[in-house]
T-cell receptor, first 114, second 110 residues
Framework: EAAVTQSPRNKVAVTGGKVTLSCNQT?????MYWYRQDTGHGLRLIHY???????EKGDIPDGYKASRPSQENFSLILELATPSQTSVYFC?????????????FGAGTRLSVL | SQLAEENLWALSVHEGESVTVNCSYK?????LQWYRQKSGEGPAQLIL?????REKRNGRLRATLDTSSQSSSLSITATRCEDTAVYFC??????????FGTGTRLQVSP
């Protein structure tokens, strides 16, 4: 049973449109993350959260917003989607053990912006 | 720029052979993690090695850490076709942020 679930799995959006990617976790982890994966760049951190109501900027936050309304849910919002945001997006929850996080990932969302 | 970086873009071996993936990092760390990502899936952690450990094993996997040279390696012995995946190292510049390298693509052929 998947503990981190992303929806939708695939999305086609138009340039300038608003896109919301959703993530739900049943791990009861405090930390959640959004990454994008592109060939040649690996996984790049967009936003992360320490818990409900908190969001923090990652390494590439421009053009993205995040929302953490509850422990279980973490959304990534593209207010004005651009073709450069075409990518595969991964959500993860973090099991913080002492001073380290083990991340548990969802299956990814493939986004195409036309 | 990446805080952690695997040294090779891609590797190819035959089943049964051993292979090593290397990673270098730029910041002081408390631990380094290795993840594997199979096609169509999200990454999954393989090993977490703390800064006071020099070696950690998990079945056929062995990770080493050299804090003086800021490098780590992940070795896989007796490779199988199902080891075909992208392998990432990841570090944490602060307690909650986790930064991944660009990954090494490993192909294991029969």
């Amino acid at each position: 049973e998947a503990a981190v679930t992303q929806s939708p799995r695939n999305k086609v959006a138009v340039t300038g449109g608003k896109v919301t990617l959703s993530c739900n976790q049943t791990n009861n982890h405090n930390n959640m993350y959004w990454y994008r994966q592109d060939t040649g760049h690996g996984l790049r951190l967009i936003h992360y959260s320490y818990g409900a109501g908190s969001t923090e900027k990652g390494d590439i936050p421009d053009g993205y917003k995040a929302s953490r309304p509850s422990q279980e849910n973490f959304s990534l919002i593209l207010e004005l989607a651009t073709p450069s945001q075409t990518s595969v997006y991964f959500c993860a929850s973090g099991d913080r053990l002492g001073d380290q996080n083990t991340l548990y990932f969802g299956a990814g969302t493939r986004l195409s912006v036309l | 720029s990446q805080l952690a970086e695997e040294n090779l873009w891609a590797l190819s071996v035959h089943e049964g052979e051993s292979v090593t993936v290397n990673c270098s990092y730029k910041t002081s760390i408390t631990a380094l993690q290795w993840y594997r990502q199979k096609s169509g899936e999200g990454p999954a952690q393989l090993i977490l090695i703390r800064s006071n450990e020099r070696e950690k094993r998990n079945g056929r996997l062995r990770a080493t850490l050299d804090t003086s040279s800021q490098s780590s390696s992940l070795s896989i012995t007796a490779t199988r076709c199902e080891d075909t995946a992208v392998y990432f190292c990841a570090t944490s510049p602060n307690t909650d942020k986790v930064v991944f390298g660009t990954g090494t693509r490993l192909q294991v052929s029969p």
